[in-house]
């Protein structure tokens, strides 16, 4: 009938496609019925995906990846966080006095021995920026101006004497005010007596001369020198 003669011509086509006539189906075994685009496919992603390098980050699964991104981040945090904070941190204020009456106060501050214990170093006008050192200074003064941090060995070292260098750099803010900065830096001599040894240590400022200054430049009257 029609269905064995469909069949009948198939089995003509393999025989005359192998070159196999006269030899029965089942000598010349199944045909292959996979579709040749699917092995052409399969082989081609098989290289892009496991022979061909790729970055670190895209091999990983995105789970996988965006704990690899924070760890990073957290490394770099931590980092950052483990770096010590400035020593000399400036101390800055507006006060209400016009850019050259405040400087102008300042530096006579600086230059007059009867109002303070500094020496001026250096005035630059045109930047508005004054630096002034103070030496000689006790311990109780120490004690009220700045803080020194010591070592295991420096603690059996006695405070003799101290030194701080000011600089004070001022802005116009408008016409009548004035921004001024000014930053304190401290170092305190430490002598061992038995030893007659003494070593210098860069100390922390509490504060309290860099606001006096701010003070004095805004107009009111200089506080007692500690």
Not at 23 to 36: D, Q, R, V, Y
Not at 60 to 68: H, I, K, Q, S, V
Not at 143 to 168: D, H, P, R, S, W
Request: proline fraction near 7%.
């Amino acid at each position: 009938g029609p269905v064995e003669g469909e069949i009948g011509d198939m089995v003509a086509f393999f025989e005359e496609q192998r070159g196999h006539r006269g030899l029965p189906l089942s000598e010349i075994g199944a045909p292959n019925l996979t579709p040749p685009a699917f092995t052409g496919n399969f082989g081609r992603l098989y290289d892009r995906c496991v022979k061909t390098p790729r970055p670190l980050l895209l091999r990983l699964g995105p789970c996988t990846a965006a704990f690899g991104v924070i760890a990073v981040l957290a490394t770099i945090a931590a980092g950052l966080w483990a770096q010590e904070v400035p020593r000399v941190i400036p101390r800055r204020a507006t006060v209400d006095r016009p850019l050259d009456e405040a400087y102008g106060t300042l530096k006579h501050y600086f230059t007059d021995s009867s109002l303070s214990q500094f020496t001026l170093l250096t005035a630059d006008d045109k930047s508005h920026t004054l630096v002034a050192k103070r030496s000689g200074l006790g311990p109780n003064d120490w004690n009220e101006l700045a803080f020194c941090k010591t070592g295991g060995e420096q603690m059996v070292y006695t405070f003799t004497a101290g030194t701080v260098i000011v600089t004070a750099k001022m802005d116009a803010y408008g016409k009548h005010k004035t921004f001024v900065s000014v930053s304190a830096d401290y170092h305190g001599t430490y002598t061992l007596a038995l030893a007659s040894k003494s070593t210098d240590i860069a100390c922390l400022s509490k504060g309290v001369l860099e606001n006096n200054l701010i003070a004095v430049a805004g107009g009111t009257a200089p506080a007692p020198q500690p």
